[in-house]
């Protein structure tokens, strides 16, 4: 239950103010059809992240050690500071996967634009601290589709509302103190 909420706590709130939540906003302005747009993310973001959770504990099961869990608490609190950096939202990838309609267009520009994003970082390092893909799997699909749905629906009118440097702070502050908290179970403080 654990790797669930933290799963999905994480990504949802590292998701606010997204390149991908920006590519949400924009593909419901230009299809208008906000439930192919959903079913995208949601199919994009599930194979994405299962991936990214596999490689997380396949590395952890493979590394696992004193060194490796620190190396895992180190990349929570390099996600800290990653998460005050605001993404800007690359609109040529939109472009070119505007042809395939609404459902295969957000499938395709979802499943791309999150490589190497922080959500799929951050995936990733969930795989490895709790060796759960399909937990952890579902827990930060499930945050992605919180952040998301809303942007969908919502659209611009979202962005307007929002604190978007409240949001990045709180969410830098979740991987810091996940990060401090892996660290001091490594250490031996808890």
């Known amino acids: ?59 952890a099961s493979i590394l696992d050690g004193q060194w490796f869990r620190l190396l895992i608490a180190a ?25 395939f309609g609404a459902f295969w267009a957000t499938t395709i520009a979802f499943f791309f634009v999150e490589m190497g994003d922080k959500t799929q970082i951050a995936t990733i390092a969930l795989g490895a601290r709790f060796h759960d893909v399909i937990t952890v799997t579902m827990g930060t699909t499930l945050g992605m589709m919180l952040a998301n749905v809303p942007a969908v629906f919502l659209g611009h009118e979202l962005l307007n509302r ?19 908290w892996v660290l001091g179970q490594t250490a031996g403080w808890l």
């Open 1 to 59: 239950m654990e790797a669930l909420f933290t799963s999905t706590a994480v990504v949802a709130l590292a998701e606010i103010g997204d390149k991908t939540q920006l590519l949400a906003i924009v593909l419901a302005a230009r299809f208008k059809k906000p439930l192919p747009i959903i079913a995208g993310i949601f199919v994009a973001t599930l194979a994405n992240h299962f991936v990214a959770a596999l490689v997380g504990a396949q590395v």
């Open 75 to 99: 990349s929570f609190i390099v996600m800290a500071a990653w998460t005050l950096i605001p993404d800007k939202f690359d609109e040529e990838t939109d472009a070119k996967t505007a042809r």
């Open 162 to 180: 929002v604190p978007l440097n409240v949001v990045r702070y709180v969410a830098a502050a979740l991987f810091l103190v996940i990060g401090l």
